[in-house]
C-alpha cells in the first residue's frame, strides 16, 4: 500500500510538473521518460486513471493525456512540495530591496506586491493591517503648505503610518498645538476603535469652535486607516495559453477592486493559522465561472494586527518558486519590522 501511494504520489506530481511547464496534456509517456523511468508507460496509465477516479486529475478530450484539477493542486501544494529556499540570488534581491524601503508600512507594502509580481510574473499582492486595532504609541502633527496637515502615528510593533488630512482652513499656531495635545490624550495608548469612543465622551467638552474641526480631521484618519490593497498590476500572465475566453476582462476588472481580496482573507481567517499559506481555486475566488485562475495566500503578522500576500495567476503557476518565494518574502517583512521597532 504504501509503495502504491508513493507511486501515484510521483505520478501527480510529474504530471503537475509536466503541465506547468507546457501548458499540454500529459502523457504516460512523457511521465515515465521526464520523471519515473523505472517502471512502465502501462502502470503509469493504469495510476492515472485512479488519480482520475480520485478528482486529482482530469482529461479535457477522449484520448489525450492527463492534466490536474483544482484538487490536484491543492494536494500538490499541501502534500507533495517540499518547499527548499529560495536560491540565493533571490534572497539576496530581496533582502536588499526591502532593506532600502522606508518604515511606512503602506510604502513597505507597495513595494512587496511589485516586487513578488516582477519576481513571479504574475500579479503580486499585498494587503495592510487593520490599523484600526492597533495600538499607537505616540502621534505627531506636522504643518503642510496651506490647509493640509501630516499625521505621523507611531503604531505598536515599530509599524509607522502616514495620514493627509485637509482641515479646509488655515489653521494658527495655538490652534494647532490644541490639536496636537488633543491627539495625544485622543490616540496615545489605545486602538482607534477606542478612540472613537474617547471622543464620543469628550466631545461636549471641546470648545465649540474646534469641535467641527476634531471630527472633519479624525473621520479623514479613520477613512484613511482602513485596510489598503497593494497590487503590482501586471497582467502579463492573461497572455498564457489558458486565457482564451471572454472571462479574462471581468478577471481584470475584478483585480482592480478591493473587495474580492479581503473576502478571500476572511475566508482563511479564523480556519488556518494566521501565517500558513493557502491556495485558494475555483468556488474559493469570486472569479467568473471557468476562469483558470488560483490565488496563493499567506497571512502575516505583526503583534495583534494582521495582513496577507499574496500571488494571482494562473492555476498551473510554478508553485515549486513562489510558495518558498512567498514563505521568505514573509519572514522578510518580519524581520523588517523587528528592526524597525529595535531602532526606536
Not at 136 to 142: A, K, N, S, T
Not at 274 to 292: E, K, M, Q, Y
Request: glycine share 6%; hydrophobic share 40%; with cysteine.
Amino acid at each position: 500500500m504504501v509503495r502504491t501511494k508513493e507511486l501515484e504520489n510521483k505520478v501527480l506530481a510529474g504530471v503537475i510538473r509536466e503541465y506547468i511547464a507546457t501548458a499540454q496534456p500529459v502523457s504516460s509517456r512523457v511521465v515515465v521518460e521526464k520523471y519515473i523511468p523505472n517502471i512502465s508507460a502501462a502502470t503509469v496509465r493504469n495510476i492515472m486513471v485512479g488519480l482520475e477516479k480520485r478528482g486529482v486529475l482530469t482529461h479535457p478530450f477522449t484520448s489525450s493525456g492527463r492534466i490536474p484539477t483544482n484538487s490536484g493542486y491543492k494536494y500538490y501544494v499541501d502534500t507533495l512540495m517540499t518547499s527548499p529556499e529560495p536560491g540565493d540570488s533571490i534572497k539576496h534581491a530581496i533582502h536588499e530591496a526591502l532593506n532600502r524601503t522606508p518604515s511606512d508600512i503602506e510604502m513597505l507594502l507597495n513595494l512587496t506586491s511589485r516586487l513578488l509580481g516582477t519576481m513571479t510574473d504574475e500579479i503580486g499582492v499585498a494587503m495592510a493591517p487593520v490599523f484600526m486595532k492597533g495600538i499607537v504609541d505616540d502621534i505627531q502633527l506636522l504643518e503642510l503648505s496651506g490647509d493640509r496637515l501630516l499625521l505621523v502615528f507611531q503604531i505598536e510593533n515599530g509599524l509607522v503610518k502616514t495620514v493627509m488630512v485637509e482641515t479646509r482652513q488655515v489653521l494658527n499656531k495655538s490652534r494647532l498645538q490644541f490639536i496636537q495635545s488633543l491627539f495625544k490624550e485622543l490616540f496615545v495608548g489605545v486602538n482607534l476603535y477606542t478612540m472613537k469612543q474617547k471622543l464620543e465622551r469628550i466631545l461636549n467638552d471641546i470648545p465649540s469652535g474646534e469641535r467641527g474641526l476634531v471630527e472633519l480631521i479624525c473621520g479623514q484618519i479613520e477613512q484613511q486607516m482602513m485596510p489598503r490593497i497593494h497590487t503590482s498590476e501586471n497582467y502579463s500572465f492573461l497572455a498564457k495559453p489558458e486565457f482564451r475566453e471572454p472571462a479574462d476582462s471581468a478577471v481584470v476588472h475584478l483585480l482592480m477592486t478591493d473587495g474580492w481580496m479581503f473576502r478571500l482573507r476572511e475566508k482563511i481567517s479564523g480556519t488556518h493559522l494566521p501565517d500558513a499559506l493557502t491556495l485558494l481555486t475555483g468556488d474559493d475566488i469570486d472569479f467568473v465561472s471557468g476562469t483558470n485562475c488560483s490565488v496563493l495566500m499567506s497571512g502575516f503578522t505583526l503583534g495583534n494586527l494582521e495582513g496577507a500576500l499574496a500571488v494571482v495567476g494562473p492555476s498551473r503557476m510554478d508553485y515549486d518558486f513562489i510558495v518558498p518565494l512567498l514563505g521568505f518574502v514573509r519572514r522578510k517583512i518580519h524581520e523588517k519590522i523587528n528592526n524597525i521597532k529595535e531602532n526606536i
